[in-house]
C-alpha cells in the first residue's frame, strides 16, 4: 500500500440475518445506507483528511440512516426510552472519547468526539454527559426525531414474549446486536475507529455494553490495528475483543486476518459472543469476520469501488480478497 492509498470500512450490526424475511427493497436500502456511509468517509480520506475524522463522518451517516440501531434508528429499553452510546479513538497517540446513556444529540459519535477533543475525560454519562454537549454546542434534536415504529414494535413483541416466558434467543439477533462502526486508514498511514449503538431492545435501563468500553468494542492504535465490533456486548466486555486483537498482533505477532479471525472465532464463539469485527492495520489491510450467519459491512480503497455485503455468499472469492485485502 502507497501513501496515496486509504482504506475504509463499515458496518452495520451483525447476527441472524434471514434473508427470506428481507424484502428486496429493505436489502437496497440497507446496502444504500452503507454505501453513503463509505462515501462520506471515503470523501476525507481521498482528500487527504486524518482517519479519525473519516470514521466519525462514516458514522454520522450510519446514525442517520434509521435501519441502522444507532442515532436515528436507536432501539427502546425496557422503559421505552433511548439510551445510546458511542465512542472513538485514534491510532496515533490513543486519543479516545466516548458518551454513553444519552438521547438528544442528533450524532452521538460527535458528542464522543467533542468529549475526545475538547475534556480531559474519556467516558460521560447521562446528564453530564447532555450537559457537555449542549456546553459545546452538539446539534440537539427532539425525542420524535428518534422514534421508529419498526424499533417501538421490536419492543413490543419483546416485552411480550418476556410475559409470556418465552425465549428470546429465537428472537432477531440483527436486532438485538445492533450497532455501527467504522475504520479507517488514512494515506498518512494513521488508523482510527468509531462505534454508535442504541444498545440491545428491551435492554435495561443503564445497560453498558461494549461500544464505549476502549479494549472491548472499540479500540485503535497505529502500531497493530483499529477495531469497531458488533455483538452481544457483555461477552466483548468480559473477553476485551479489541485488546485481545491488539495483543494477538503485537505480542504473538499474528496478521491482521489471523488475529481477527482468532478473536471472532475462538475467543467469542464458544463463549455465546455471536457477532463480529471490523479491523484494518497501519498498512490498509482490512478483515471482517463474523460468526453469525450475516453481518452488514462496506469497504471502500482508494480505487473507488464500493464493496458492501450482508451475507457471506454476497462476495466473490475475488472480491472477498479485495475486501480482505489477503
Not at 34 to 60: E, K, M, S
Not at 133 to 154: D, K, L, M, P, V
Request: one cysteine or more; hydrophobic letters at 45%.
Amino acid at each position: 500500500m502507497t501513501d496515496t492509498d486509504f482504506t475504509l470500512a463499515v458496518h452495520g450490526g451483525a447476527g441472524t440475518i434471514d434473508p427470506s424475511r428481507m424484502t428486496p427493497a429493505r436489502k437496497a436500502a440497507t446496502r444504500a445506507g452503507l454505501a453513503r456511509a463509505l462515501a462520506a468517509g471515503g470523501a476525507i480520506l481521498a482528500d487527504g483528511g486524518a482517519a479519525v475524522d473519516a470514521v466519525a463522518a462514516a458514522v454520522c451517516a450510519l446514525e442517520d440512516e434509521p435501519l441502522f440501531n444507532a442515532g436515528r434508528g436507536a432501539v427502546f429499553t425496557s422503559d421505552g426510552v433511548h439510551e445510546m452510546d458511542a465512542a472513538i479513538m485514534d491510532g496515533r497517540d490513543r486519543a479516545c472519547g466516548a458518551v454513553t446513556g444519552i438521547c438528544g444529540p442528533r450524532n452521538p459519535i460527535l458528542a464522543a468526539k467533542a468529549v475526545m477533543a475538547r475534556s480531559p475525560h474519556v467516558l460521560l454519562a447521562g446528564e453530564g454527559a447532555l450537559a457537555f454537549c449542549r456546553a459545546h454546542g452538539i446539534a440537539f434534536e427532539e425525542a420524535a426525531y428518534f422514534h421508529t415504529e419498526s424499533r417501538w414494535q421490536a419492543l413490543q413483541d419483546t416485552l411480550a414474549r418476556r410475559r409470556k416466558g418465552l425465549s428470546e434467543n429465537d428472537a432477531d439477533e440483527a436486532r438485538r446486536h445492533g450497532t455501527v462502526g467504522a475504520v479507517a486508514r488514512d494515506r498518512h498511514g494513521h488508523v482510527a475507529a468509531a462505534t454508535s449503538t442504541g444498545g440491545m431492545t428491551a435492554k435495561a435501563p443503564g445497560r453498558i455494553g461494549d461500544t464505549p468500553v476502549f479494549g472491548a468494542g472499540t479500540f485503535a492504535d497505529d502500531a497493530t490495528c483499529a477495531m469497531s465490533g458488533t455483538g452481544r456486548g457483555e461477552i466483548f466486555v468480559r473477553w476485551c475483543a479489541g485488546h485481545d486483537l491488539h495483543a494477538r498482533m503485537l505480542y504473538a505477532g499474528q496478521s491482521l486476518a489471523q488475529a481477527a479471525e482468532g478473536v471472532v472465532m475462538e475467543a467469542l464463539a464458544p463463549n455465546d459472543g455471536s457477532g463480529g469485527l471490523i479491523a484494518v492495520d497501519a498498512a490498509g489491510n482490512v478483515a471482517l469476520p463474523f460468526n453469525c450467519s450475516g453481518m452488514y459491512r462496506g469497504v471502500l480503497r482508494a480505487d473507488g469501488v464500493v464493496r458492501v455485503a450482508i451475507w457471506r455468499e454476497d462476495l466473490s472469492p475475488e472480491d472477498l480478497a479485495a475486501e480482505t485485502g489477503r
